[in-house]
């Protein structure tokens, strides 16, 4: 006999007092079995989660984030003035309507504490915090993370940062593995006086620089380690331009920070008829959208803005969710995109 059609009751989903009436228990201590609290035997525990497996019992999201006081909306902290994160924030709105969150922007600035504009994403009730290379200490943001669900995109957060037992994770690129990369191909080309401009404090450099030194030392060129002080600015890596211009001689190849660092120092340089390939190879990290502008072609380490912005989403709702079960650190592979501004060293260098 042919079963009857389901009408639209049938379509319903269970809810949480069905579960809880098929366990004899209350609904209340359903809810902290599901959310993974104390409170209830092994046995009952088990009981209850079977139940709800077997009448296809999901938790309702977005009703848990109105009891806990938040909303489907991701906050956003970014730097204007980073071209690089410009692209990150390209990415993070359309991976976030995909997932049914709306996105709540708001920027970084020089001139007041950065717990400022987060403070303001939390007041609006965003129900997790996407913070774009942030430059507050590892206590603030375990403290934060305390409060309300945190995914860094940037830094390097320790891994005793990372298991606080807070709501915290991590997505970034391999900092080290790429400017290591860039120094191989350079070393590959036939450099041997590679001089590296960092970012100071800036986002990833700490990385950028332990992988700088590393890469040389690999090469047995660990004498010839060479460190200019800078930042992720156009204003920085013109600064270490006129630096290096003061020297008595230029090496052969500059390995910036950054992409903005570098187009400092590559504006400078090239003003003070420093050939760009022929007498010194120039390259950045980030592969911003500038970098492939034709009159630019700077060789780059290239960074995926999609992949980490989709990384960071997937994260912030899920630990939002409650629903986070894989690694809180997520990192990426960067690549090395070869351009005008690299090429051999010249066969004598400038004195």
Avoid: W
């Avoid at 309507?97 to 303001?120: F, H, K, M, W």
């Avoid at 430059?135 to 403290?143: A, E, F, Q, R, V």
């Avoid at 072609?297 to 709702?317: I, K, N, S, W």
């Amino acid at each position: 006999m042919p079963s009857a059609p389901r009408g639209p009751a049938s379509s319903r989903r269970p809810t949480m007092a069905e579960v809880a009436a098929k366990a004899g228990v209350s609904r209340t201590l359903v809810s902290f079995i599901l959310d993974g609290k104390p409170g209830a035997s092994e046995e009952t525990r088990q009981r209850v989660l079977a139940i709800a497996k077997e009448v296809g019992y999901r938790p309702d999201a977005a009703a848990r984030l109105l009891a806990l006081g938040r909303s489907r909306t991701l906050g956003v902290l970014t730097d204007v003035r980073q071209l690089f994160q410009a692209e990150l924030v390209t990415g993070i709105y359309p991976a976030a309507e995909q997932l049914g969150y709306e996105v709540l922007l708001t920027t970084n600035l020089s001139d007041r504490p950065e717990s400022v504009p987060i403070d303001a994403l939390i007041s609006h009730r965003c129900g997790s915090l996407i913070l774009l290379a942030p430059t507050s200490g590892h206590d603030y943001l375990i403290k934060l993370a305390a409060e309300v669900p945190v995914v860094v995109v940037g830094p390097r957060l320790p891994a005793e940062v990372l298991g606080a037992g807070v709501d915290l994770a991590s997505v970034r690129t391999d900092d080290a593995r790429g400017i290591g990369d860039a120094v191989d191909y350079l070393v590959t080309l036939g450099h041997k006086d590679i001089l590296h401009v960092d970012g100071g404090d800036g986002s990833g450099s700490p990385e950028r620089r332990r992988g700088y030194r590393e890469a040389m030392s690999a090469h047995g060129l660990e004498e010839r380690i060479d460190i200019i002080a800078g930042d992720h600015t156009e204003e920085a890596g013109a600064a270490a331009a006129r630096e290096l211009l003061a020297r008595p001689g230029l090496p052969t190849a500059v390995l910036a920070s950054n992409d903005r660092s570098a187009l400092g120092l590559l504006d400078v340089l090239t003003r003070s008829g420093v050939d760009i390939p022929g007498e010194l190879s120039l390259v950045g990290f980030d592969d911003t959208r500038l970098s492939d502008f034709p009159r630019i072609d700077l060789t780059t380490v290239h960074q995926d803005a999609p992949g980490l912005a989709q990384h960071a989403v997937r994260l912030a709702v899920e630990l939002l969710e409650r629903r986070c079960s894989g690694p809180k650190e997520v990192v990426l592979r960067s690549q090395l995109v070869i351009r005008g501004t690299s090429g051999p060293p010249p066969a004598t260098v400038r004195r």
